[in-house]
């Protein structure tokens, strides 16, 4: 299956994390000697641990729902953070990623979350909070933190029609931002949209990062 997802994606130059929540090392283990190694995680400690028993060359993303509190856990090894809902939150990356010397200049990499399905359970931010979030920004601008794009999760439907609508809703609002407060900026790029049941249409409408867990791994067991 990994190597099938990914001749899908070439066409759209895409990337591919391989969402293993849940999923023990030897599974990673699995598509790491395939090759692969962009891996999703949605719950700190289990990243954690996971980045401290499995090889280092392995890019690990954050995609779930972040507390503050957590965040100095994974500042030192994550490659992207996707699940950014709060100023409150970026600031706190900003201030643990200064406290890190290893760090690449740029810092650490994140995604705005925007709500875009109709689940109210889903997180992620509006319009109107993002835009106040990024005028708070311009004013106190973030010293070691990069914000390089968004990322939403459409509702989970069968419904392909109202998912396209969402994912395409996502798109215009990241065309926006790159023309009002990214322009130039060339590492403002990246459209973290798109699962197992939904990467086909995602990638039609511009993903350039798809999630998938349940089709390389097979389904979740949550005890
Ligand atoms: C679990 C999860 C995924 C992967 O979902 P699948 O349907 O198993 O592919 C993608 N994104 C987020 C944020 C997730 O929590």
């Not at 990337?15 to 849940?22: C, E, F, P, Y």
């Not at 994550?78 to 200049?105: C, F, N, Q, W, Y």
């Not at 979030?133 to 973030?142: Q, R, Y």
């Not at 999760?153 to 926006?176: G, H, I, P, S, W």
Request: aromatic content about 8%.
């Amino acid at each position: 299956m990994l190597e099938q997802i990914l001749e899908e994606l070439k066409p759209y130059g895409a990337r591919l994390v391989a969402v293993s929540k849940t999923k023990p090392d030897e599974a990673i283990l699995d598509l790491y000697n395939r090759g692969h190694r962009i891996f999703g995680e949605n719950k700190v400690q289990e990243l954690v641990g996971k980045y401290e028993r499995l090889p280092k060359d392995i890019e690990w993303h954050m995609i779930g729902r972040l507390q503050t509190n957590k965040v100095k856990y994974i500042v030192p090894f994550v490659s992207m953070i996707h699940s950014i809902d709060s100023l409150k939150l970026l600031r706190e990356i900003d201030k643990r990623a200064g406290r890190v010397e290893t760090l690449k200049p740029t810092g650490v990499d994140c995604l705005l979350q925007y709500h875009i399905c109709t689940e109210e359970t889903k997180h992620g931010m509006n319009e109107q909070e993002s835009e106040e979030l990024l005028k708070a920004i311009k004013e106190t601008p973030l010293q070691r933190v990069r914000i390089c794009g968004v990322m939403g999760m459409a509702t989970f439907t069968d419904d392909m029609d109202l998912v396209r609508q969402e994912f395409r809703n996502l798109k215009k609002q990241f065309d926006y931002l790159k023309e009002n407060h990214f322009a130039g900026q060339e590492h403002f790029r990246e459209i973290s949209m798109g699962m197992s049941g939904d990467y086909k249409v995602a990638l039609e409408e511009g993903s350039t990062i798809v999630r998938i867990g349940t089709l390389l791994f097979g389904a979740r067991q949550y005890s």
